[in-house]
């Protein structure tokens, strides 16, 4: 089992910054792709950004430029540095963490998620 814990959301005005942490632990070998998703009221859950283990970033056209994502493996933590925040950035944020080998279909983890509010 692997567990994640989000952090570092919470309420910023439009413009602002903020910086999500996504720590895991548990059984976290063979853990490949990583990223950060997101739910706002109402809306289903969309991809933010997904990174694999290679460090190659895939990003929602509507935050490039503005997030960036980052993973630190020797302290088993992921990170989503979040630039210039829109009313519209306001969510649950969820990470999430994908495990398996190359040949096998993953299983997926998930943060409990963690609200950012961003107030124009």
């Known amino acids: 089992q692997v567990q994640l814990v989000e952090s570092g959301g919470g309420l910023v005005q439009a413009g602002g910054s903020l910086r999500l942490s996504c720590a895991l632990s548990?059984?976290?070998?063979?853990?490949?792709?990583m990223g950060w998703y997101r739910q706002a009221p109402g809306k289903q859950r969309e991809l933010v950004v997904a990174i694999t283990t290679g460090g190659s970033a895939n990003y929602a056209d509507s935050v490039k430029g503005r997030f960036f994502i980052s993973r630190d493996n020797a302290k088993n933590t992921m990170y989503l540095q979040m630039n210039s925040l829109k009313p519209e950035d306001t969510a649950v944020y969820y990470c999430?963490?994908?495990?398996?080998?190359?040949?096998?279909?993953?299983?997926?983890?998930w943060g409990q998620g963690t609200q950012v509010t961003v107030s124009s």
């Open positions: 548990g059984s976290i070998s063979r853990i490949n792709n």
């Open positions: 999430n963490a994908d495990q398996g080998l190359p040949w096998q279909t993953p299983v997926r983890y």
